[in-house]
């Protein structure tokens, strides 16, 4: 039985090493394989990474994954901060500046960048310029992997995309509208908008008149 | 702040406290060995103590107790080094062609004492480093085990409190099973499932490569990593580690989906720790005890929640002036943006950075570096308060119940009385173990943030230095982080040098071990005291002037240290952000 002071070395040395064996197997090898084998059972899709399957038969991207679109035919959208190149999905990341970095917000900035280029994509579409930015279209997420913006973003990218797919602003509309989540049960979270969903369907309903798809 | 924001924040503290009794009493009873699943399993129970060399009456004094828990997590911390170290070397290395960051003898230490003491700090980016063999074997071990560990310091003291002239303080190895096997790891298969079912991956498949829509940019191609990772985010989640499976933590998409995720992912970080308030109670015998425990706790989180949230929404005055849209809307959550998620907006992510920080969980839905000045100082305050507000799962109530003594003794030198809690004597050598728990974060703290930003190599990777007050503020946020074992970090401090990875390393293991052992010691006297028949002297403990008094304990003990070194961080950037 136990003394009041003194140390039970038998009930420290042997009892550590057994449980740690014992816990590693139980924690570390059956229960990741028992959560593993009930999700390749029952949410395959989910489990492998809602991954989007193109025409091809080819993996064109994941459903939950955001990708860099740069052509103004497309909608834009976060800034992501991965590195070496934007949205690398192997290496998620934000930009990590501080609010007063000048390299996010000086006159040489990331944000004024990217205001620079979303007016100039506006302008060669022949469309105003002058209408507020939503914050989320100037700013990296924290993943750089963000797959949405918010329907606000949409909103103001709707005139510039209209006029390079040829196609009028309320059917435009509507098609966001089919692409916008809006809270869970009404209430958890925010409206959001899936980009590169919301991008496959300008491809597949309004191709670019003037390109024609490789 | 919109009104639906707000209502998101009643529901998630709504659900909290309404699970704080059916589970705390589960909890209770799983400890006293009276819980339904006691009596299923006993006699698998039995058996696993035979085989460890043990049996479940095999009580131990607070030495013994205290040399099981060391000896059990040195052991831990050098079966993760050893992992990370042979891991290119070992099975399940699919996707080591994508591992570009080095895993040296540094980042390793790091590493393992890291997991090890529950704080989970990741100076190495996940999907980058890390094997699937190491993040299941090393990590989601030591996630379930490190929690397991905390609680049973806290049972341990639990009990000290309970018994009288007692000589033990229960059994280490029976505490920490029956909190790894009826308490962790059935919450987190249910947990794990759901993330799953939401879109969280779960697979030994390597990454994948996908050809991207739009390939006019300078990208054609796009990796994709995925990996086992719901399972080690439900109990990074529920056992308040926090260490990602991705670098990007629970802002990955494929770690937080959806706003199902994010809810039920931020209620399992408080989940465990506010339940513990009235498991204690339950096990004192008084459960209003455990009630203002909580309460206290709960009107320090509030007010903290509430301004992180106003702070964010307010939005960046920087940014304003570059002529952005920063106003909330139904279309868009408005705010600072910086660094979140759109599926989050404001709301959900200043809630997840004050639960993160306020529990010792550290794991991050949007990044914390990013958030204006007061923003960010409010994580920063909940982790200086010594990880008592919640808390760590066990270490953040037998913190807090720390603080209950440190109270009682400041009361009872008020009105000249011996001071008693629930009956028991506080005396000389309890509060000097209670001394050691509070002032051994702020010195490991402040003197680590001093010694790195006069050295070169704390110096050389504060990536933010303009203004300079915000690489003041990365390196106070990370020897915060490390020093109260959190583990969320102001990420663009360049922590993976062996600079940081040494010194943050032996800031969490003194942080962690240094007051878990006085923690043990004041048990061990604790438990022999006999318990004082309460009389018109004795200060109650569980009225609102107690709830108010530990409030302030807290607050000026907890936290003032520390304001001196917040007035040159985030207070100063604050003035200069307003200012233009």
């Given amino acids: ?170 059917t435009l509309q509507k098609l966001i509208d089919q692409y916008t989540e809006g809270r869970t049960l009404g209430v958890l979270g925010e409206p959001r908008v899936n980009v590169l969903g919301l991008n496959r369907a300008l491809d597949e309903q309004f191709p670019r008149p003037s390109s024609p798809k490789p | ?69 060391m000896v059990f997590n040195v052991l831990g911390l050098l079966v993760v080094f050893a992992l990370q170290r042979a891991q290119t070397s070992l099975p399940l290395n699919q996707g080591i062609q994508f591992l570009t960051t080095t895993m040296t003898p540094d980042s390793a230490f790091n590493t393992a004492t890291s997991f090890a003491t529950n704080t989970n700090w ?98 054609t191609e796009q990796t994709i990593a995925v990996g086992p990772a719901a399972s080690q985010i439900a109990i990074k989640q529920l056992g308040t580690n926090g260490g990602g499976f991705f670098n990007a933590n629970s802002a990955h998409p494929f770690e937080n989906p959806t706003p199902l995720t994010n809810f039920v992912q931020s209620l399992s970080i408080l989940l465990i720790p506010a339940a513990l308030c009235y498991t204690f109670g339950k096990m004192v015998g008084d459960t209003r005890q455990g009630w203002a425990v909580l309460a206290a706790m709960t009107v320090i989180f509030v007010a903290l929640l509430a301004g992180v949230c106003l702070a964010e929404q307010a939005g960046n005055p920087a940014i304003e002036r570059l002529g952005i849209d920063q106003t909330a809307s139904a279309l868009q959550s408005g705010g600072n943006m910086e660094g979140k998620e759109v599926r989050n907006g404001i709301v959900y992510s200043a809630l997840w950075a004050a639960a993160t920080t306020a529990a010792s969980n550290g794991s991050v839905n949007s990044m914390h570096d990013s958030y204006t000045p007061l923003g960010g100082l409010v994580p920063m305050l909940l982790m200086q308060f010594g990880e008592v507000i919640y808390g760590g799962v066990g270490s953040g109530l037998y913190g807090m119940l720390i603080f209950a003594i440190i109270a009682v003794f400041i009361a009872g030198l008020m009105v000249g009385r011996t001071p008693e809690y629930l009956g028991k004597k506080i005396e000389a050598y309890e509060m000097k173990m209670a001394s050691l728990v509070i002032l051994i974060p702020p010195v490991v703290v402040l003197v680590g943030t001093a010694a790195a930003i006069v050295s070169a190599g704390g110096l050389a990777t504060i990536w933010n230095t303009t203004p300079a007050a915000h690489g003041f503020s990365e390196v106070l946020y990370a020897f915060s982080s490390a020093g109260n074992n959190n583990g969320s970090a102001f990420a663009g401090l360049g922590a993976n040098t062996p600079f940081y990875n040494t010194a943050l390393g032996f800031a969490m293991f003194f942080a962690r071990y240094w007051l878990a052992i006085p923690t043990l010691a004041i048990a061990g006297s604790l438990v022999g005291k006999k318990i004082v028949p309460t009389s018109e002297g004795t200060l109650p403990t569980h009225t609102t002037l107690f709830i108010a008094m530990l409030i302030g304990v807290v607050i000026i003990i907890g936290a003032l240290a520390f304001f001196p070194a917040l007035a040159l961080g985030p207070i100063v950037e604050h003035f200069a952000t307003i200012g233009g």
Avoid at chain 1, 66 to 94: C, E, I, K, M, V
Avoid at chain 2, 136 to 164: D, E, H, K, P, Y
Wanted: hydrophobic letters at 45%; proline letters at 5%.
């Fill in chain 2, 1 to 69: 702040m919109t009104g639906i924001g707000i209502l998101q924040l009643v529901i998630y503290m709504a659900v909290l406290i309404l699970l704080a009794r059916p589970l705390g009493t589960y909890i209770a009873n799983v400890y006293e060995g009276k819980s339904a699943v006691n009596r299923f399993f006993g006699p698998m129970e039995r058996m696993i103590y035979r085989v460890f060399g043990t049996r479940e009456d095999i009580e131990m004094n607070w030495k013994t107790y205290a040399l099981a828990f």
């Fill in chain 2, 122 to 219: 990741q100076g190495y980016g996940g999907e980058m480093t890390m094997t699937y063999l190491t993040q299941m074997l090393g990590l989601t071990v030591q996630n379930f085990v490190s929690a397991a560990c905390g609680m049973a310091v806290l049972v341990a003291l639990i009990r000290s409190l309970a018994r009288r002239t007692a000589q033990t303080i229960g059994n280490f190895w029976v505490d920490i099973t029956r909190s790894t096997l009826y308490i962790l790891l059935p919450l987190s298969i249910l947990l794990a499932l759901i993330l799953v079912s939401q879109g969280v991956v779960q697979t030994f498949n390597t990454y994948t490569t996908a050809q991207i829509v739009d390939p006019t940019g300078i990208v």
């Fill in chain 1, 1 to 170: 039985m136990t003394t009041p002071s003194r140390i039970e070395w038998r009930q420290v040395l042997v009892p550590s090493a057994v449980s740690l064996i014992f816990f590693t197997v139980i924690t570390g090898l059956l229960y990741p394989a028992l959560i593993t084998g009930i999700a390749q059972m029952v949410f395959p899709h989910q489990a492998n990474g809602s991954l989007l399957i193109g025409e091809q038969g080819t993996v064109v991207g994941s459903d939950l994954i955001g990708q860099q679109f740069s052509d103004p035919a497309y909608f834009w959208g976060r800034l992501s901060a991965t590195s070496p190149t934007p949205y690398n999905a192997a290496a998620s990341s934000g930009s990590n500046y501080g609010p007063l970095n000048p390299v996010l917000i000086g006159p040489e900035g990331i944000i004024q960048g990217r205001i620079t280029a979303l007016h100039a994509a506006d302008a060669a579409a022949g469309v105003d310029t002058t209408q507020p930015i939503p914050v989320d279209l100037v700013t990296a997420s924290a993943s750089g992997l963000d797959p949405h913006i918010s329907p606000a973003a949409a909103q103001y990218q709707v005139a510039r995309i209209a006029v390079l797919r040829d196609v009028d602003t309320v």
